[in-house]
Every structure is written in C-alpha cells, then in structure tokens.
C-alpha cells in the first residue's frame, strides 16, 4: 500500500543549530516529493521541492535530499531559527499523473532560544 | 502574494446538516483540491477537481460529499448529512499545473460536528 512516514514525531533544537528531519516513503513509483511546514492554525506552506531525477536540491537555509535506494528523503534547515518551530510534513506523489499528494505523519520541530 | 482563502475558519453544525465550505483558489490556478486533517492526525487526500469536473477523489470523499465550482471564483466542499467522524480541518488547494507541481493551501475552515 501507499504510506509515507517519519521517523521522529519531535525533534528539539537550539537556535542556531542546524535541523535534519528525515521521512521515509514506501511507493517506490512516487517521483515528485514535497515538504510543507505547518504552523498551529494554519494551512501547510510549500518549503521545497524535489524530482525523482535529482538527489538534492537546495533552497534559502533548506537543503532537501533524496535516496530513492533505500526511500528516504530528508530536510536540513540550517541556522535553525525560533520561526522556524512548526511541524513539518512531507508528502509524495505516489507516481503517475496522479496530481494528489499523500501526506506523512509529521514531526514537530521546536526551536529552543 | 496571492492566496487561497477559506470561509468560514470554523464552522459548528449539528450532525446530519449539511455544510457547504467555501474556497477562493489563486486566480489563474487550473487545479483545485480539498484536503482534510483530523486533529493530531496527517493531512488527507479527498478529491481534485479540473475544467469542471472530478479528476480523482479518495475513498474518503463517498456519495455524502460533493464538489463543485459555482462561479469563476469560487471552489466548494458539500457535506450532505454531516457525521460526527467528518469533524476536522478542511483544506482546499490549487494549483497552476496537475501532476508534480506544488500546491498551495488555504489556512483551512475547522469543521465541528456535535
């Protein structure tokens, strides 16, 4: 079946640091990846991006990797600031034309000043 | 910068009413979705709808919910008869292309069933 999940439902970091937060994918078809952040009373904001064609891709403080070997996508925020504290979920295609996105679990990323 | 907005942010209703939530999509976005979210839980697929009509929709999205696109602006989610377990924040998206494009999302309409 098709699942997307995350290995840590938190993670706590101080301001400053650098944050990694990984998901795991189960649809080895999936070729369109994306990360949204979610802030408390609000709709998930589009972060970053990645194809299937790509093992990287960087953005502004983001860094989004991708291991399709063993299904494996991760988000780096570096100098991870107190705004960044959000949950954060990604989600995948699920392959084909398909233009929905299957979501994970999330993990809470709480930023510590 | 362009959004999508969502009315009502929250919406009480008595269970077996019949809601209608209210989505304005980014203006020159060809697809549209609806998404939802029970609380604590991940964010769900429930359907998406281009040129006027249902491209795909969930197992979630049964005969008691319907969409529909009223005017040229305008992006609805119909709950006919509402159930205690459809209590839950309702997203709406769009987007300027279908397939691997990102999607943006509306600050959601909580919907409480009671």
């Known amino acids: 079946g098709e699942s997307v999940g995350l290995h840590l439902p938190t993670l706590s970091v101080q301001e400053g640091d650098n944050s990694i937060i990984n998901c795991a994918y189960s649809?080895?078809?999936?070729?369109?990846f994306i990360w949204y952040k979610q802030e408390s009373g609000k709709g998930p904001q589009f972060i970053i991006d990645?194809?299937?064609?790509?093992d990287k891709r960087q953005g502004q403080r983001v860094t989004v990797l991708l291991n399709k070997t063993v299904k494996h996508l991760s988000l780096q925020i570096a100098a991870t600031q107190p705004g960044d504290s959000a949950v954060y979920f990604c989600?995948?295609?699920?392959?084909?034309?398909?233009?929905?996105?299957?979501f994970g679990t999330g993990t809470l990323l709480a930023v510590q000043p | 910068e362009p959004e999508v907005t969502q009315t009502p942010s929250h919406q009480v209703t008595q269970m077996g009413q019949e809601v209608i939530l209210r989505c304005v999509p980014i203006s020159n976005h060809l697809y549209f979705y609806w998404y939802r979210q029970i609380l604590g839980q991940k964010v769900e697929f429930l359907v998406s709808f281009y040129n006027n009509e249902i491209s795909e929709k969930s197992e979630i999205f049964d005969d008691q919910f319907s969409v529909e696109r009223p005017d040229g602006s305008n992006f609805t989610l119909k709950i006919r008869s509402t159930k205690l377990e459809d209590s839950a924040m309702y997203f709406c998206a769009s987007s300027v292309k279908g397939a691997n494009t990102e999607a943006f999302f509306g600050q959601g309409t909580r919907l409480t069933v009671v």
């Open positions: 989600a995948e295609n699920g392959g084909g034309a398909t233009n929905k996105l299957i």
């Open positions: 990645i194809r299937s064609n790509m």
């Open positions: 649809n080895s078809a999936s070729d369109y």
